[in-house]
């Protein structure tokens, strides 16, 4: 009989090319990814993978075993959300996902209104301007600002999410006056080699003005430029958190994404999370000025 409990490693070191690669995707150790691996390989009598100059590469075996695995894989998921779909209590345990920006400024009170009604769900919040996997259960809930929604995922679509640029009142009162016809003289807040920051100042009235720093956090980008350090991308939301902080003279704002509240299709039935879902869209949705700016 085979033992289920290899699948995943099997599956993981497919994926990672490397027993060490695997073990971060299981959150495990290297020895008991081998030992997985290896048992599984001696229940079935076959060689799944082998070595090569890039890693683990899957044998002739291992390649006819992978498609049944997936699909495995996906037949347990699918149970496991059934089975989280029976549980019909105002109770329990919530996934939240969402970034650290929009959690801070604009979801923390929503969150303070929705558990005073209902003390008994408490709520596991991952900060991360990386995306959860709806699909794979690594949240339960999301919230999400994107151009275009794809994967086993339902919600509600709220509203666009303007970005623009910003800068103190004072840096725009100080320098907006003498500079170039294109930018010179003013400073944007860099975030680094990042291709698709580059294109948007390229587009802006200001591609001459100079990028100066390398600062990948959003939030820090918000509190220099309300020091006045220059200017950078924000969400429309900022100024109303922040009245210093200005649209600059000249600029449009970009409303190509969109704000999103999802969760996986299977969890509907879960009165909590669908509880949490129309509580944070209504709750949104009377904040949409703020996005929208």
Do not use: C
Not at 117 to 141: C, F, G, R, T
Not at 157 to 182: Q, W
Not at 214 to 222: F, L, R, S
Not at 273 to 293: H, K, M, P, Q, T
Request: neutral net charge.
């Amino acid at each position: 009989m085979v033992d289920w409990k290899s699948l995943p490693a099997f599956l993981a070191v497919a994926r990672a090319g490397s027993l060490r690669g695997a073990a971060e995707q299981l959150d495990g150790t290297h020895a008991t990814v081998r030992r997985q691996v290896e048992g599984l390989e001696a229940q079935l009598g076959v060689q799944l993978f082998r070595r090569s100059a890039g890693g683990l590469e899957l044998s002739a075996a291992g390649r006819k075993l992978l498609p049944q695995a997936l699909e495995a894989e996906a037949s347990l998921r699918q149970g496991f959300n059934a089975v989280r779909g029976l549980d019909s209590e105002a109770a329990g345990r919530i996934r939240l996902s969402a970034d650290p920006m929009t959690a801070h400024f604009l979801l923390a009170p929503v969150l303070g209104e929705f558990l005073s009604l209902y003390p008994d769900i408490h709520i596991d919040m991952n900060l991360s301007y990386a995306i959860d996997s709806i699909e794979k259960l690594e949240a339960d809930v999301s919230i999400r600002h994107v151009r275009d929604l794809t994967g086993d995922a339902v919600g509600r679509k709220l509203f666009p999410l303007s970005i623009g640029v910003f800068a103190s009142r004072s840096y725009i009162d100080g320098h907006l006056h003498d500079a170039g016809p294109r930018g010179e003289g003013l400073t944007w807040l860099g975030y680094g080699e990042v291709p698709e920051l580059q294109a948007m100042i390229a587009a802006s009235p200001f591609p001459r003005a100079a990028v100066r720093h390398a600062i990948p956090d959003p939030a820090m980008h918000m509190h220099l430029a309300r020091a006045g350090t220059g200017m950078t991308f924000l969400a429309a939301w900022v100024q109303s958190v922040f009245p210093e902080l200005q649209r600059v003279p000249g600029t449009a704002l970009d409303q190509s994404r969109s704000t999103w509240v999802l969760m996986h299709g299977d969890l509907r039935r879960v009165q909590r999370v669908r509880l949490f879902v129309d509580f944070l869209y209504e709750s949104l949705l009377e904040r949409r000025a703020d996005f929208i700016g």
